[in-house]
C-alpha cells in the first residue's frame, strides 16, 4: 500500500475488478468529460490480465473506503497517468493527493524522466489536480476524443523527473 496523509492507494487485485466494472459502466462516476462506456466483466478481465507495465490502484480513504482510482501505464514508450474519483468525493483534494503519492512512486520505482497525463480543457477540476501536482500544461491535443456526440480536445501536462526532485506526499510504502 502507498500511504499518503488523507489517502491511501491499494493495488487492485483481480477480485477487485467488480468494483470498477460498476464505475466504468456508470455514466455519473465516469463524468461528463469522459465517453460513456459499457463494457463486460469478461473484456475487464482480459485487459485487465493483459496489463503490461501497468498498475491500477483503488483510491482509499484513511477508514478503507474506497473512493476512485488511479493509474500509470505505459503507452508506445511514454508514462501516463489516469485517475477517476466517485462524485461525492470530488473537490476535496484527493485526486491531487493521488496523483503526487503516484508521481512519486512512479519516480522512485521506474527508470523514467517524464510522467504525463490529459485532461479536458473544461475539466477544471483535473487541470488544477495535475497543476497543484506539480505538471506543466504543454499544450492542446486536437479532437483527440469523440464524447457524448462531438469531438472534443485534451490539454497534455507533464511532469519531468528533474521538476520533481524528492518525494512530495509518500510517507509509506507497505
Known amino acids: 500500500m502507498l500511504e499518503g496523509r488523507n489517502v491511501n492507494l491499494r ?3 483481480r477480485e477487485d475488478l467488480p468494483v470498477l ?3 466504468d459502466n456508470n455514466p455519473q462516476f465516469r463524468g461528463e468529460y469522459e465517453p460513456p462506456k459499457q463494457e463486460t466483466k469478461t473484456e475487464l478481465e482480459r485487459l485487465y490480465d493483459g496489463l503490461k507495465d501497468s498498475q491500477w490502484f483503488f ?4 477508514d478503507g473506503v474506497k473512493i476512485g482510482f488511479i493509474a ?3 503507452r508506445a514508450g511514454e508514462t501516463e497517468l489516469g485517475y477517476n474519483i466517485v462524485p461525492t468525493e ?3 483534494d484527493y485526486v491531487s493527493e493521488a496523483i503526487k503519492i ?3 512512486y512512479v519516480f522512485l520505482s521506474k527508470d523514467i524522466i517524464r510522467i504525463q497525463a490529459k485532461a479536458d480543457p473544461e475539466n ?3 487541470w488544477k489536480a495535475l497543476e497543484n501536482s506539480g505538471f506543466t500544461r504543454e499544450g492542446i491535443l486536437r479532437k483527440i476524443c469523440y464524447c457524448r456526440g462531438q469531438w472534443r480536445d485534451d490539454c497534455m501536462y507533464s511532469i519531468l523527473r528533474e521538476e520533481w526532485k524528492e518525494p ?3 510517507t509509506k510504502i507497505t
Open 21 to 23: 466494472h460498476e464505475w
Open 102 to 104: 503516484m508521481v512519486d
Open 124 to 126: 477544471l477540476a483535473s
Open 72 to 74: 500509470h501505464f505505459l
Open 59 to 62: 483510491v482509499e480513504k484513511k
Open 168 to 170: 512530495k506526499i509518500l
Open 11 to 13: 493495488i487492485m487485485e
Open 90 to 92: 470530488r473537490r476535496k
